[in-house]
């Protein structure tokens, strides 16, 4: 939310894969848990500054079916249209964002001009074989490693923990 107010942007989205569809009882359907986690973090930063974005959770498609990714492509297009210009877009994977770079391309909405996007990840193999270049957020990896490390330590040294699952702190 940062980087997009700094470049300027007055006018905010958020995108995302929606439900899952594990039928499994421990994976029941819903809302994905790092989606929520991720806007909760974005409208919050942007809500300090006098902002709300528009939020569009894609519904649960098996992604494994043929013509899958067409169906999604179709949906964040209808998302994107609906846009104002110029738009920051924060999308919750760079795998979306990626989706979102190739529909705005096919649509003729000008990336960074009419919409900034921004995914999560900073995964290469999508950063930098998307045209533009995607803008994209790292995951801490090493710091929620020796968190958890902290925490397991605490746990197995018979300590009481306060923080159980509780967002990412630190």
């Not at 649960?60 to 994107?80: C, I, N, S, Y």
């Not at 000008?110 to 995914?119: E, H, I, K, T």
């Not at 990840?121 to 790292?138: E, K, M, Q, R």
């Not at 397991?152 to 040294?157: I, N």
Request: some cysteine; glycine content about 10%; proline content about 5%.
């Amino acid at each position: 939310a940062k980087h997009l107010m700094g470049i300027g942007h007055d006018s905010f989205a958020y995108l995302a894969r929606g439900e899952t569809l594990y039928k499994e009882a421990e994976f029941i359907s819903g809302q994905r848990v790092y989606a929520r986690e991720r806007l909760a973090g974005y409208k919050a930063a942007l809500a300090e500054n006098g902002f709300q974005p528009r939020v569009h959770m894609l519904p649960g498609l098996p992604l494994w079916k043929k013509d899958t990714w067409k169906k999604m492509e179709r949906a964040v297009q209808g998302f994107l249209t609906e846009l104002p210009s110029p738009t920051g877009l924060f999308v919750v994977d760079d795998a979306l964002a990626s989706v979102a770079l190739r529909v705005a391309e096919r649509t003729d909405v000008a990336v960074p001009q009419s919409l900034s996007v921004l995914g999560f990840g900073d995964d290469v193999n999508y950063c930098h074989a998307s045209l533009p270049t995607l803008s994209s957020i790292p995951y801490p990896a090493q710091a929620v490693g020796y968190r958890a490390a902290k925490e397991l330590a605490r746990q197995l040294a018979g300590e009481e923990t306060g923080d159980r699952g509780q967002g990412t702190g630190d």
